[in-house]
């Protein structure tokens, strides 16, 4: 039986992306998570929009992502479907209210690229900066 990892961080598309680019910071904060039997959340909509950015170009780091034994892929449940409106009011769109809102759920902070996205939820205190 496998034990359950603690929730640690959410990917959101900026992270998605430059993982599917090779990015070395979100691979060694993944290999660090997997070390530490922790966890990152990969909202379904943020690996959409990873996968449209890169035109599908890198699907297969992609796949690999989906695949990590430390990544959760997950949706939005329809009951938090007003959370999410508010949210998506503060962050302009539809994928980072979804990664906002898992971070706020979850109590973890959000890796991004860029954290003026998030700086209307919760102060803009819930985000992990990388450089991409």
């Known amino acids: 039986m496998t034990e359950p990892r ?5 990917l959101d598309t900026t992270a998605v992306t430059a993982w599917a680019r090779g990015s070395v ?4 904060l993944l ?3 997997d070390d530490e ?3 990152a959340v990969l909202p379904l909509s943020c690996l959409v929009e990873a996968a449209h950015k890169t035109g599908m170009l890198e699907q297969a780091r992609l796949d690999l992502l989906v695949t990590h034994p ?3 892929l997950l949706e939005d449940a329809a009951d938090d479907w007003k959370a999410l409106a508010a949210t ?7 994928d980072l209210a979804s990664a906002a809102w898992f971070g706020l759920k ?3 902070d959000v890796m991004t690229s860029d954290p003026r996205w998030y700086s209307s939820v919760n102060g803009g205190r819930d985000v992990l900066e990388f450089e991409p």
Do not use: K, M, N, T
């Open 25 to 28: 910071a979100v691979g060694e």
């Open 70 to 72: 430390a990544v959760f």
């Open 6 to 10: 603690s929730i640690a961080i959410v």
């Open 37 to 39: 039997h922790a966890a």
């Open 106 to 108: 979850c109590e973890v």
């Open 31 to 33: 290999a660090e998570l």
């Open 88 to 94: 998506r009011l503060l962050v302009d769109r539809l």
